[in-house]
């Protein structure tokens, strides 16, 4: 075994002197508090280090000063090699849920915009690439689920960042950024705003919605919004809450539109009439004991609503004004829509098939 660190170490570590101590202590069986209280150390410090670095060769958990010096200080090598870069199944995990093609309901895949990689973050009016874009959180917690008896599947979030943002540290390509939620090419903090609207008729107010709602215990209570794109274009989004299904809305241009006049009605097929129809058309294909409320925010896009309960016999509540977190998995779901239809594009090119096959990928 090789020669064990003696050189000084701040507080924060043990020293090889404080492992002797231990060990010592150890064998004659004092427990973990009384060990800790004879060191000055806490017992949470105690007691990992028993666990993590204990001789195992003899097939117990045997603690040697030398050996634990030696775990420590290997451990303690850097730089280490990524994760990533040296399990080979664990990286086409990481990048097919990344980068993996949107796929329809009937398992065919949707190719998307055709963008290309250009080292930088997309424009505010381009279009970005259709992936199945889990976020690295995502990502780190399905590993669980897909793995739990495999220990070398897991990863953390934040080490997928690094292999994409950090140099030395890319097992990932560089151009995987760009299936981030921000596809941004650098990492760094922005602060996000979200546009209000104040104004609906003979509305009910959030605070009428029934009970059951609030806990998320009862299915059928929805949240709905649109994300708006370029030429007054726009899809309606319905998230149910318990389950955060979605359903997408297809909005397209009105037929026979004329010239866009400033302040005038909406031309792109998602004034009153409009939504009140898409939602009606979309959300009487369910059950009736899943259409049990809708709740949205006071845009002029809901004035229509008493129409829509007596079609449909699903009552709509109304968040109170600048209000976005009432409707917060509404809010999440527009966000992680936005990787398929960006801000300053035309929404309204995409067919109903297409929005099936997003609504499939978010839903999967």
């Known amino acids: 075994m090789p020669s064990v660190t003696q050189a000084p170490l701040s507080g924060r570590y043990l020293s090889f002197a404080e492992r002797e101590e231990i060990a010592l202590l150890g064998a004659q069986e004092y427990g973990v508090r009384e060990i800790a209280r004879q060191l000055g150390r806490s017992p949470s410090r105690i007691s990992p280090e028993l666990r993590r670095n204990a001789a195992t060769r003899s097939g117990g958990f045997e603690y040697r000063a030398s050996t634990a010096q030696w775990h420590a200080d290997r451990r303690a090598c850097r730089p280490?090699?990524?994760?990533?870069?040296v399990n080979a199944e664990l990286r086409r995990y990481v990048q097919g849920r990344l980068s993996g093609a949107v796929e329809r309901p009937d398992g065919g895949a949707v190719d998307g915009p055709d963008v290309r990689w250009i080292g930088r973050r997309h424009g505010r009016r381009s279009d970005r690439r259709w992936a199945r874009s889990w976020s690295p959180e995502q990502i780190s917690a399905r590993l669980r689920v897909d793995f739990p008896d495999?220990?070398?599947?897991?990863i953390s979030h934040e080490a997928i960042y690094q292999s994409l943002y950090v140099q030395g540290r890319g097992a990932l390509r560089r151009e995987l950024t760009a299936c981030l939620r921000t596809g941004r090419a650098l990492r760094v903090a922005r602060a996000r705003a979200r546009r209000g609207k104040h104004f609906v008729t003979d509305e009910v107010m959030i605070s009428e919605r029934p009970a059951e709602a609030e806990d998320r215990a009862v299915p059928g209570h929805w949240e709905?919004?649109?994300?708006?794109g370029l030429g007054?274009?726009?899809?309606?989004t319905l998230v149910e809450r318990p389950t955060r299904f979605t359903m997408l809305l297809h909005l397209p241009p009105m037929a026979g539109q004329g010239p866009r006049v400033k302040s005038g009605p909406a031309l792109a097929g998602h004034g009153a009439e409009a939504v009140r129809d898409a939602i009606a058309s979309t959300i009487t294909t369910l059950p009736e004991q899943l259409r049990r409320s809708l709740t949205w925010d006071q845009g002029t896009e809901?004035?229509?609503?008493?129409e829509l309960r007596i079609q449909t016999g699903l009552p709509v509540y109304f968040c109170d004004p600048r209000s976005p977190w009432q409707r917060g998995t509404n809010e999440n779901t527009n966000g992680l829509l936005r990787q398929h239809f960006p801000k300053g594009t035309v929404l309204s090119r995409h067919s109903p098939d297409d929005l099936a096959a997003v609504a499939a990928t978010l839903n999967s």
């Open 224 to 228: 709905g919004d649109l994300i708006l």
């Open 302 to 306: 809901m004035a229509q609503h008493a």
């Open 150 to 154: 495999d220990e070398a599947m897991r």
């Open 80 to 85: 280490k090699p990524a994760k990533l870069a």
């Open 232 to 236: 007054s274009s726009a899809i309606g």
